[in-house]
């Protein structure tokens, strides 16, 4: 085997040579059928390297002298050679890539020679990166055709995450072209499934700020079909906090603080709304962006907020912004945003008329609230039993609310405290007057059950067995 190897070595360069110039003595067939010679004895001999170069010029030959159809062919003929190396299999696809890539034939040619590539490289380990590129282009050109369906499809069939020969960054531009023709194929609920694979915290290192961008401005999208306000907003400060924040109010940076602003007003209330409420307030960079922190004071100050008012100074900004993010990172998806921003200014004010009254007709709420009593009284109603975000009870023929807050623990163990005091006193003032009342209406009984009690501790000294014998 050795002698083998080292013949092959030296000789091979020669061969190969000589089989070229059968080539271009016009005998193609006479060269392919002399480098297949030469390919059996490398592949026997297990001689990766001269096999892998025997095939590579088995490739570039038959697409020099046969065309792309023969250049398919020579690649599957290649793979399917008994015991064939992993090396000539790889090189073999990765010269017919490169071909491709160079020559760029036409659009027919290159689908049928990509999938037959892909046929080659299906299931094989070793070409899962190649395999990958393939899949790739060619659903590149069924997308430039409009063919959204099968593109989506044929990236779905790779589960890249697990390709560990594959780099990093390429594994994450890959999935998020599979979440983006999901979502252009309308398959939100895949394209989440897709999202997840993803993890926030890896794409957040140095070097990845275009792919944790584009993972975001995806997330959006997804986010914005299901009408997730919270959703949206935490996507937007995340892309706020990958740019850099400068002087400028027309940077980057400005237009993703603005919608982090805007769809934390239209989120529902909660812990985390709070608590990105309050974030987003406290942040230096909004100082350069005052009707936006003004906007937020408004939510964060306990003090009515007058719709009308809220409109007429907001609502065209807010509006044109909302639209042009749409259009912008969610084209084609409709929100509507001025029913949950009146339904948000409602709530705030509901939670601040709780802070300042017990006992308010619902009259005088609906006033405050600027809406009907009707209104009003669904809103409480929605507060208390759904979001369970205010305590208060309603006497509805009396046409009053009243606002309650629940009792710290402290209260309620201390009370349960006095009550069990209050318990024992009871019981020992009972025992007291009944044994008053025995010895007032029965004074016999009443004497010998004290003479009893009198003798108690001396037979108990003398004994304990005594003491029911002497009773």
Known sequence: ???TLTMTDKELPAKIASAAALADSDSPQAAIDALLTLERTS??????PETAAICTELVRLAHARQGWVALGEMVVLLSKRR???KAAVSRSVQEAMRMLKEE???EDTQVQLLKTLCDVTSGKIYVEVERASLTRSLATIYESRGDISTAADLMQELQVETFSAMDRRDKYDFILEQVRLCLDKADNVRAGIMAKKIVPRQISREGLEDIKLRYYALMVRIHAANGDMLEICRAYIARYET????GDAAEPWARELRLAVAFVVL????PMQKDLLHRLSSDKALAKLPEYKALLKLFTTSELIRQPVLMSRFGEELGNLIAGALKDDAAGVELDWQEPLKQRVTEHNLRVCALYYTRIPLARLATLLDTTKRDAEAKVSAMVSDQKSLQAKMDRPEGIVAFRSPPAPEETLNTWAGNVTKLLTLVET?????????MVHKPGKAVAAVAVMASAP???????EETPAAA
Request: aromatic share 2%; no cysteine; proline share 5%.
């Open 1 to 3: 085997m050795a002698s």
């Open 104 to 106: 760029k034939p036409d």
């Open 430 to 438: 009972t025992r007291n007057l009944i044994h008053k009342e025995t």
């Open 267 to 270: 989120s529902p209330y909660g």
């Open 83 to 85: 015991s064939q190396l």
């Open 243 to 246: 740019t850099t924040v400068t």
């Open 458 to 464: 001396a037979d108990a000294a003398g004994g304990g």
């Open 43 to 48: 592949r026997l001999a297990e001689a990766a």
